[in-house]
């Protein structure tokens, strides 16, 4: 990254109002050191759609070698969201300047900011610690993922932990980036530090995380940079997710989702139906992103297995925006997804159906940002 960038943009911060925001300078310095950063790794800036019209959550971050093909991420990525939305926030209903009210304040100072127009939670003090008001009595469930974008500047050492907390607040396990130009993860006595591999370390990122009983998984951007069988911190079953904001440089978050689940693909369509939230789309398009591909490739993988089975795809939004258009949009990504599993993954093109229902079939209420997340989604059904 451009050193003299990284000067202006510590000079703006400096001086930065606390009560209004980025404010203007900050916007434009950090705006520059994003681009700029971007640029080094083939990042356009675009916010990719989680399968619906609303979502800002980047998928593809800060990564290297971009691709736009499903076929061509690493099989290394099997990262698939869970389907039952309990945490979203992407701080639009916050004040700017404000605390926002769906986290607890464990240390620090925070506000909301704004930056081209996406609400960020910067942290204002060298050390910050938060935690997500989930409602969830005693343990986390069995299957849970957590979402969410970073955004640090050089100099960033340790800047962002994220930590999951059991009995008495003692850590089950925690993961901290940047760890060199690594993502370090820490369970009891195992430790793990793992390269992103190509872009660069300040920028944007996409942090997931993905739970399964006592394993855990976490991943940069389309990378998994830490897989542990069996997790072994004091605090046994996590309680709680806390998140730390350690540098001068005042990091970012963005656009958290903590959601349940899901269950294993080929156990839901032995079933006779799939509803997944990880195809995901940039807002009002149809074209499949990259990391839409784990899930895609469970659904060809069970293709193959059963060589006599047929789906129908369906597509879904949320009400947001006119119902005609909604309508059209979802009939073009149910499209779309088939004629990626059959132009990409293999699967004959005659063992699909599609159609789109829009926002016509909610799942759950449109009045929250829980409900609208959870009603973007790609449906399968045997025939």
């Known amino acids: 990254m451009n050193r003299t960038l990284i000067l202006v943009l510590l000079a703006v911060l400096c001086a930065a109002p606390a009560d209004a925001g980025l404010g203007d300078a900050l916007k434009k310095a950090t705006k520059k050191v994003e681009v700029s950063a971007n640029k080094a790794s083939g990042q356009t800036g675009a916010a990719s759609d989680k399968a619906g019209e609303t979502s800002t ?175 072994q911190g004091r605090g046994g079953a996590p309680r709680e997710i806390e998140i730390r904001l350690w540098a001068d440089t005042k990091p970012m978050i963005a656009n958290v989702r903590f959601a349940q689940g899901p269950r294993p693909a080929k156990d839901l369509l032995a079933g006779g139906r799939l509803v997944t939230h990880g195809i995901h789309f940039d807002t009002g398009s149809d074209v499949v992103l990259p990391d839409s591909a784990p899930i895609l490739r469970q659904v060809a993988a069970w293709m193959e297995a059963n060589p006599a089975a047929k789906l129908k795809v369906t597509g879904h939004t949320d009400n947001v925006g006119a119902a005609a258009g909604n309508l059209d949009l979802s009939k073009r990504r149910a499209a779309s997804v088939a004629r990626v599993l059959s ?23 449109n009045a929250k940002a829980e409900g609208r997340a959870m009603n973007r989604r790609v449906e399968f059904a045997r025939l």
Request: aromatic content about 8%; proline content about 5%.
């Open 343 to 365: 132009t990409q993954l293999g699967v004959a093109a005659d063992r699909f159906e599609t159609d789109g229902k829009g926002d016509t079939q909610a799942m759950a209420t």
């Open 57 to 231: 959550t980047a998928s593809g971050g800060n990564a290297s070698a971009p691709t736009d093909k499903v076929s061509q991420v690493s099989t290394r990525f099997d990262y698939v969201p869970g389907d039952s939305v309990l945490f979203l926030d992407d701080f639009t209903q916050d004040e700017l300047g404000e605390f926002p009210a769906r986290w607890k304040l464990v240390q620090g100072t925070f506000e909301v900011a704004e930056l081209d127009g996406q609400r960020w939670l910067r942290g204002m003090s060298p050390d910050g610690r938060i935690r997500l008001k989930l409602n969830t009595a005693g343990a986390l469930p069995e299957l849970w993922t957590l979402d969410l974008d970073i955004l640090g500047t050089e100099p960033m050492e340790g800047a962002f932990t994220v930590q999951a907390l059991g009995d008495g607040d003692d850590q089950s396990w925690e993961a901290v980036y940047p760890h060199g130009k690594n993502l370090a993860f820490r369970t009891g006595e195992i430790f793990s530090t793992t390269p992103l591999e190509g872009g660069t370390v300040g920028g944007r990122h996409h942090l997931s995380f993905m739970a399964r009983g006592t394993a855990i998984k976490a991943y940069m951007d389309r990378q998994r940079l830490a897989s542990v069988p069996e997790i």
